[in-house]
């Protein structure tokens, strides 16, 4: 018998977060709610709130349920490609349709929210910035940075640029972009003869 609990759960789960999804697509994050999911999901309100305590927790776990292996870095050995290929694809699923409106309103309501923005950190910032900072580390080891150069500052230089453009000027995030940002990083994180 392949219906057992625990793949129950998992299906009800998918659900709800789909759900979420679709419904924060077609209604906005402001007008989301849990009451909202749990009747198009077809589950229990308390079912929901004993997961996600608030509609911030359950949209975060559904944004990063979508493809969270397209976000890691490869190791190619060409360290500026292999940031770029990944920023592409986080740039690619969270800043622009269908939903980059999503992630900038999570984002926002991390502002006054501790859970949300502590989720947030601990589950998707800190996690992207470590793979970043090993990403960097490796190509230091192999040669292709400059010994000297402060990797988690390298990490935020990288990122400040982004979130501005996203969440401050609101104006798109794009491959171009990214594509200056990290053509100005490099030219100060090569090595010198």
């Not at 979420?20 to 009451?35: F, K, P, V």
């Amino acid at each position: 018998m392949s219906d057992t609990p625990r793949r129950r759960g998992a299906d009800r789960t998918e659900a709800i977060m789909r759900t979420t999804l679709e419904l924060g697509q077609e209604i906005g994050y402001a007008r989301l709610s849990i009451e909202a999911v749990a009747a198009r999901a077809g589950a229990g309100k308390h079912t929901i709130y004993r997961r996600w305590p608030s509609k911030g927790a359950l949209l975060l776990d559904s944004l990063l349920s979508l493809n969270e292996a397209s976000l890691d870095y490869p190791d190619t050995g060409d360290v500026a490609a292999d940031l770029r290929v990944q920023i592409h694809a986080a740039v690619d699923l969270l800043a622009g349709p269908p939903f980059g409106p999503l992630f900038q309103a999570l984002i926002g309501e991390a502002q006054y929210e501790p859970q949300v923005a502590a989720a947030l950190n601990e589950r998707f910032i800190v996690p992207q910035a470590d793979k970043t900072v090993a990403r960097l580390r490796a190509a230091r080891d192999q040669g292709q940075l400059s010994p000297q150069f402060d990797l988690e500052l390298a990490m935020a230089i990288l990122s400040g640029p982004l979130y501005f453009q996203l969440l401050i000027t609101q104006r798109p995030l794009t491959h171009e972009y990214v594509d200056r940002v990290l053509d100005a990083l490099f030219a100060g994180m090569t090595p010198r003869p």
